[in-house]
């Protein structure tokens, strides 16, 4: 009984030596006894998440700043889904921003793809033009090797950034962004509410919020119903750059549509700028403008007949109705067959309905058109016709014409004649009743036969 003691002791005596070895070279490791050791891979397959540390740094502002030297560190928490790794890949890493340009004191968010998964990426961007101001974070790339990092840029100079990352197992990837002046854009309506069908024209100014520059690449686009960042609506139309109009930091672009549907529509101008400093920067109007296109009210015109004698006046007259009551102090247009007898180079001005919507235009002339009765229709009768306007649908209406005959009374020349078996000269009859129409003249003579 006391040897199988012994023998448990010394057993116990042993596993204790091989802990202290193991804690011994663990310290040699630590003190750096055996120089400099290649990194130890130790693949597992759990998830976990790391810290990184990200620090944005600033020198020496512009001397358009008045900011002071200062120096500011984020920390950035990085949640993997993949294994730790710092295996080189076979992967072609890549790194990209969200936006090409972006106002001063903007969020940009750099996007990573292609990275080994787990692999550690050191992220460094730097403004190119000053060089007084600079990033540096770190991130790990999931499982699909991609990764996102937010950089808030300052907000008291603008310049051009670059952006360099380079993974655990050196690979290379970059880009570059710039960051335009900052600019405001408003955009403001002609005519709201409008009518459905009506001419809108739409005018969007941006502002610079410095000293800054357009180019002729710059567009200005009309949007209805897109969001804040003008995407996920329809585009109604784009100015381009070399149709604004406007000096100095500010330019206005106009556009005019009459394809509006009937409603409220979220209008949205998006200025397209940016570029190298001093270029003026993007920015869409923001709170939208809400536009009301009012649908307009059916109208009927309901034309009188017309009548008249060869030669004379007649008085031609319709009534323009909404909803079965009459609208007032709306132009109507007429025809006689198609002719017209107002407006235009006729020189008449064509007449307004009254309070009962009733237009009437008298003395109209009927000369040159020949006695006859002539039905409705666009061409033939007396036809009237209501241009629509803000408030009301266009409509047309036509009824008959007639124009009667002229009478007149001739009376023939008194005369005598000896029957001689020969023809007597003529004699000239004239019209003792009514009168012929306008400039027109007699052509007649009497004669007396032979016997």
């Given amino acids: 009984m006391a040897r199988r003691m012994k023998k ?3 057993s116990l005596h042993i596993k204790g030596s091989v802990g202290l070895i193991a804690l011994f070279f663990a310290g040699l490791l630590v003190a750096g006894a055996f120089g400099d050791l290649s990194p130890i891979t130790v693949s597992t397959s759990t998830f976990a998440s790391t810290t990184s540390d990200s620090s944005a740094t600033t020198t020496d502002p512009t001397p358009t700043s008045t900011a002071p030297t200062t120096t500011s560190t984020t920390d950035t928490t990085q949640t993997t889904t993949a294994p730790a790794s710092t295996v080189a890949s076979t992967f072609t890493p890549t ?18 793809a292609g ?19 600079s990033f540096a974070g770190d991130a790990i790339a999931d499982v699909g090797g991609g990764f996102t990092l937010e950089v808030v840029l300052p907000d008291y100079f603008v310049s051009n950034y670059d952006v ?22 408003t955009v403001a309506s002609d005519t709201n509410p409008s009518a459905l069908g009506q001419a809108v024209t739409f ?19 009309f949007t209805d119903g897109a969001n804040a960042s003008c995407n996920n609506g329809t585009l109604l139309g784009s100015v381009s750059g070399t149709n604004f109009t406007g000096t100095g930091d500010s330019r206005q672009a106009a556009f005019s549509t009459s394809s509006l549907t009937a409603g409220t529509h979220t209008i949205r101008a998006c200025f397209n700028g940016g570029g190298a400093n001093p270029t003026a920067g993007s920015s869409t109007s923001d709170p939208a403008l809400s536009q009301m296109v ?31 009551n009459g609208v007032s102090g709306k132009t109507i247009s007429f ?9 235009g180079a006729t020189g008449v001005t064509c007449p307004t309905t009254n309070a009962s919507g009733i237009a009437t235009l008298s003395n109209v002339s009927l000369s040159g058109i020949n006695a006859a009765t002539y039905p409705a229709g666009t061409n033939s009768g007396v036809a009237a016709s209501f241009t629509a306007d803000s408030g009301f649908a266009g409509s047309n209406g036509s009824n008959s014409l007639t124009v009667n005959k002229r009478a007149i009374t001739v009376t023939a020349a008194a005369n005598s ?28 003579t009497e004669s007396y036969d032979s016997k």
């Avoid at 790194?95 to 990573?112: A, E, F, K, N, R």
């Avoid at 990275?115 to 007084?132: A, L, R, Y």
């Avoid at 006689?336 to 407006?343: E, F, I, Q, R, W």
């Fill in 203 to 221: 005018t969007a100014t941006v502002t610079c919020s410095r000293t800054c520059a357009f180019t002729n690449a710059q567009s200005v686009d």
């Fill in 115 to 133: 990275w080994g998964p787990g692999e550690s990426v050191h992220v460094v961007v730097n403004d190119t033009i000053g060089q007084t101001w």
């Fill in 8 to 10: 448990k002791a010394s």
């Fill in 335 to 343: 025809t006689l067959n198609g002719t017209a007898v107002c407006g």
């Fill in 417 to 444: 004649k000896t029957y001689d078996a020969t023809t007597s000269a003529a004699a000239t009859p004239t019209i003792t009743s009514g009168s012929l129409a306008g400039s027109e003249t007699a052509n007649f």
């Fill in 294 to 324: 009012n649908a307009r009210a059916t109208t009927s015109l309901a034309v009188n007949p017309a009548s008249g004698t060869y030669g004379d006046t007649t008085t031609v007259s319709a009534t323009l109705t909404a909803n079965g």
């Fill in 95 to 112: 790194i990209s921003s969200d936006q090409g340009d972006y106002p001063p004191g903007s969020t940009v968010t750099l996007t990573g």
């Fill in 164 to 185: 360099k990352a380079t993974g655990a197992a050196g690979e290379i990837a970059t880009a570059s962004f710039t960051d335009a002046i900052q600019t405001t854009t």
